[in-house]
């Protein structure tokens, strides 16, 4: 595909795809990538310039026009301006009808199910859309693809996560508020539970994180990891620490829950005010040691499998915007299994770790252990479930459909 751009980033000014774009930036040159926004910062402008990119203003919804002739200019588009629920369909529509690959960060379960209604047209276009490649989704698929090579089926895949307040910015505080809104594999909603009604868990993350109280929400790998992957059921539980941080954003989303009646009141209204508190809140809560992000995943069937583990002071900007970076790579090099709209786990294990590596900045403290009992045993090391991985689990995926 001779294009005049390798790479447009859609929402370039945002805090993870900046994180993306210094990843990517420390494994290739960046000159002949584009950074698309609606507004610049000196800031955000600045870290733009820095990487010697093309930088361009334009508004994804108002100049639809301007929208379709940079993609005709280029081989892939990378989504990264969420909410997906908003801008999902609106960017991968206009990539397929400009033949140009597409790659997103999506964590909303309502958004990932509508984009994989567009399988088709990307076939039917020759386009490849990789869509949830951050870290959850993203990363979260790929450990659970090797997982399952190795173990060769699972009852359960359930995952839990932990992100620190300070993380929250405006966009991730609108995502999580929606998770609380489940998601059945069908596609419906359900309102946000009351706060007595929420399945919780307390989970045992590594230090620095330790012990956490977590609630069910709402995820992309309880829809895509069933579909395709021989797994029964996965299961997704969240928060946001310390717990009155969960509590407050379960309030804001009760309060702003599209689902239940607000007597006329314009939603979209009453959450712009709610982002607005939300932040008064979190720049002016009592001081408190950061807790950083912990992750538990385990694959197992009646307790017995593998579970991955890690507990860092990574920031969530990092931690999702570098897994994109390492699917563009595999996206610019020809690894990624296509054509059609297609969820992390379809890609191979082997591949994804090399190309993370590349664009990382090394550390992470990953760990995976054999799992007996619901209990962790033996440790592996995460290289040696490589020599387990199938080699293409869309043809599994194909013949099953």
Known sequence: MNRQWDV????????????????????????????????????????????????????????????????????????????????????????????????????????????????????????????????????????????????????????????DVSDSTPAAARHFWHCFNLVDADGAAHPVPTWDEIE???????????????????????VTVPRYLPVDKSNNFGAVTPVDALQVCWAMAYATDPLRDRSGHDVADITDKAVDVFAAYRDSRPGSPRVGSGMVIDVHTAGTGLRFSSGAETEMAEATGVPAAAGLMLMLAGQVPGPGVLPPE?????????????????????????????????????????AATRADRRDVVDARA
């Open 8 to 163: 447009a980033v859609i929402g370039a000014g945002g805090s993870q795809a900046q994180a993306m774009l210094a990843g990517a930036a420390r494994a290739q040159s960046l000159d002949r990538w584009i950074a698309v926004d609606r507004a610049w910062t000196d800031k955000t402008a600045a870290v733009v310039d820095s990487l010697g990119m093309a930088r361009h203003t334009l508004d994804l919804f108002d100049e639809p026009e301007r929208l379709a002739a940079l993609f005709a200019e280029t081989r892939v588009v990378a989504n990264l301006a969420g909410p997906y629920y908003r801008t999902g369909e609106v960017v991968l529509d206009a990539a397929i009808r400009a033949g140009a690959n597409y790659l997103d960060i999506c964590d909303d379960a309502d958004a990932v199910l509508k984009l994989l209604t567009y399988d088709d047209a990307a076939q039917a276009a020759g386009v490849t859309a990789l869509i949830g490649m951050g870290s959850s989704p993203g990363t979260t698929n790929v450990l659970i693809r090797a997982a399952v090579d190795e173990l060769g089926s699972a009852e359960n895949v359930d995952i839990y996560w932990t992100v």
């Open 200 to 222: 919780r868990v307390t989970v045992d993350f590594p230090e620095p994180v330790g012990p956490r109280e977590l609630v069910r929400l709402a995820h992309p790998e309880p």
């Open 346 to 386: 379809l890609l191979r294990p082997a591949d994804f770790f090399a190309s993370l590596q590349r664009v990382s900045r090394g550390g992470g403290g990953l760990q995976v252990h054999r799992l007996v009992d619901g209990k962790p045993t033996e440790r592996m090391r995460i290289r040696d479930l490589f």
